[in-house]
């Protein structure tokens, strides 16, 4: 009272109450890099439960979808159950088998854009090339590359959320002389259809990408080689093994309430039910380990290969792949596998440790990306961090979705998220909820920033890590979970599907540093009146039960995403008189 008196008698503006009700919300300005699966989500989540808000989504591509739009290789495929690569609340009846094409699945994320009047949120052919937070205005400041042009854009926003996924920033091999090669260099994550397989065709590789490249070129190859460089387990587990689906089937899960979801929670169980599998000597660890062993020697059918092929590491401890007829093409006439390192890539073809060079016409290099977890573009945070620079020997994160020191930057599928050991699609969902607990918590609460405290990450990462020591994850097979540099599990999330959507089911705002951009931490306040009274249509005495019904006396007044309708209705307010 002193200070509002004082201010009075020295001539100042005394301080008044905001002509708004509690919780109105303010413009927010939100920039999405990406617009694949999880830059998708985020454009449905703000536009069909928000207000207020300036959207813009960024990509790179000339068009969605991200890896699904990339990723062309011949069989390329998700090696997740097809009704369990959806979103939550939008199912697909007619996937023609439980694993689907990257086509069906762009098509998929195509035909969601257009349903729900997304594409008008998306720029394409715009690269995020910079990003820097300017503490005096709270706000990020994007640089944004059009590749037509070659202009730079600068654009402004509150939020910046990074949506541009994980495996998509492919590499070549750091083998000598690959650039050297005459034939047709291809790398799985840059396919040219274009390309004529029908001569001598080199495939170096045998994680997923390799896993279905090969029976699909070895079908119209003269010959195949294919150099393998490590073990690995390669096997559809119990009742995940390829599907089509019969017309009938599409039928049923089309007309008969019930029948696909059934399926759907069928698939979730059995990926659920494989958690146990990563537990160090756990009972079912050893009975899954024998269990794809014997598969793995019946699929390949020549003991000398399997004894090389055969991991001798745990199940699990490197991505599992259900590999469908890939150890069965290894024993294929036009098929030689050549176990072993290549030293040398020469004009010719392929030079492998005994110094036999093989000579090819195209090499495919199916041999993977940068899982470093750093942003593909400068991210500068307070005190001039470059998170690049910050994360190049470890990405230390809160819960995998956002940095200390980057206030109001959030990611999708950061480190240790469940990007390896739980439904990815489901995931993505979680996390976009999550952040829009932020995001309308900044519009209602008069937040300026929300930046994770550093003893918040630091104890994130010691209970990640003693977790990951009780994993297979952390023995001894080389794994692209790991970082290399520190031995530790970078890219998955340390527990199971149900215990991460326990961890995001309510953001922890004690473990960031949160200011306001009102002096006044109560300025949200405003002018007395709930939202509630501004709506002729809403029951204003709602709170009045015959019994106690379990839930809480404020129903969904404070839900997350009541913008919709409650809404900052001044003008409704202005008619009503108030």
């Known amino acids: ?78 090696d997740i159950p097809a009704h369990n690569y959806t979103y939550s609340f939008e199912p697909k009846t007619d996937w023609s088998a439980n694993y689907a094409s990257s086509r069906e699945i762009f098509t998929y994320f195509n035909d969601f854009v257009n349903k729900y009047g997304l594409r008008g949120y998306i720029n394409l052919q715009h690269e995020v090339v910079g990003a820097r937070w300017e503490e005096n205005k709270s706000e990020w400041l994007v640089q944004v590359r059009k590749d037509v042009e070659g202009t730079i854009l600068e654009q402004r926003c509150d939020f910046l959320i990074n949506a541009a996924g994980i495996l998509n920033a492919w590499r070549w091999p750091a083998i000598p002389g690959i650039q050297s090669f005459k034939g047709k260099l291809l790398h799985s994550a840059a396919w040219d259809e274009s390309v004529d397989l029908t001569g001598r065709v080199g495939l170096i590789g045998n994680g997923s990408s390799g896993i279905q490249i090969l029976p699909q070129v070895q079908k119209v190859a003269k010959h195949v080689t294919t150099f393998i460089r490590s073990p690995t387990w390669v096997s559809p587990t119990l009742g995940m093994e390829l599907h089509e689906y019969t017309e009938e089937e599409k039928k049923t899960f089309r007309d008969q309430p019930g029948a696909l979801l059934e399926v759907r929670k069928q698939g979730e169980r059995a990926m659920a039910a494989g958690f146990p599998i990563m537990v160090q000597g756990s009972q079912t660890q050893s009975q899954m380990k024998e269990h794809m062993k014997e598969q793995m020697k019946q699929k390949i059918n020549n003991d000398e290969l399997a004894n090389k092929l055969i991991p001798d590491f745990a199940l699990g401890c490197r991505r599992l792949t259900p590999g469908i007829n890939y150890l069965e093409s290894l024993s294929l006439p036009n098929v ?59 990405p230390r994160s809160y819960l995998g979705l ?80 790991k970082n290399p540099q520190t031995g530790r599990i970078t890219a998955l999330w340390p527990g199971s599907t149900l215990h991460y959507m326990e961890t995001l089911a309510k953001p922890r705002y004690d473990d960031f540093d949160v200011t306001y951009a009102s002096k006044n931490r109560f300025a949200y306040l405003g002018n007395g009146f709930s939202q509630h009274e501004m709506n002729h249509k809403v029951d204003t005495t709602y709170y009045i039960r015959e019994h106690d019904d379990g839930t809480s006396v404020f129903g969904n007044l404070f839900s997350t995403y009541n913008a919709k309708d409650f809404g900052n209705k001044l003008t409704e307010m202005a008619e009503r008189g108030i």
């Open 336 to 394: 030689t596998p050549i176990y072993g390192e290549i030293t040398q890539v020469t004009p010719a073809g392929c030079v492998t440790e005994p110094g036999v060079e093989t000579d090819l016409d195209v090499l495919i290099c199916a041999t993977g990306f940068d899982t470093t977890f750093k942003p593909r573009f400068p991210v500068i945070g307070r005190e001039e961090k470059n998170l690049q620079v910050e994360w190049k020997d470890e």
């Open 1 to 78: 009272m002193a200070g509002a008196l004082d201010g009075i008698l020295n001539g100042a503006e005394p301080a008044k109450c905001r002509e708004a009700p509690i919780h109105a919300n303010r413009k927010m300005r939100v920039i999405v890099v990406g617009a694949g699966a999880s830059g998708i989500y985020m454009a449905y989540k703000l536009k069909h439960c928000f207000t207020d808000v300036v959207l813009d989504i960024y990509e790179k591509n000339a068009d969605i979808g991200g890896t699904w739009l990339e990723n062309r290789y011949p069989g390329c495929a998700c």
């Open 402 to 481: 956002a940095a200390s020191g980057f206030p109001n930057y959030f990611m999708f599928l950061g480190p240790n998220c469940p990007i390896g050991n739980g439904p990815i699609i489901f995931s993505i969902e979680l996390q976009g909820s999550y952040f829009a607990e932020f995001l309308n918590r900044w519009q209602k609460e008069d937040i300026k920033t929300f930046d994770p405290k550093p003893d918040a990450v630091n104890d994130f990462m010691e209970q990640k890590d003693l977790f990951m020591e009780t994993t297979v994850w952390k023995t001894h097979c080389q794994s692209w979970y």
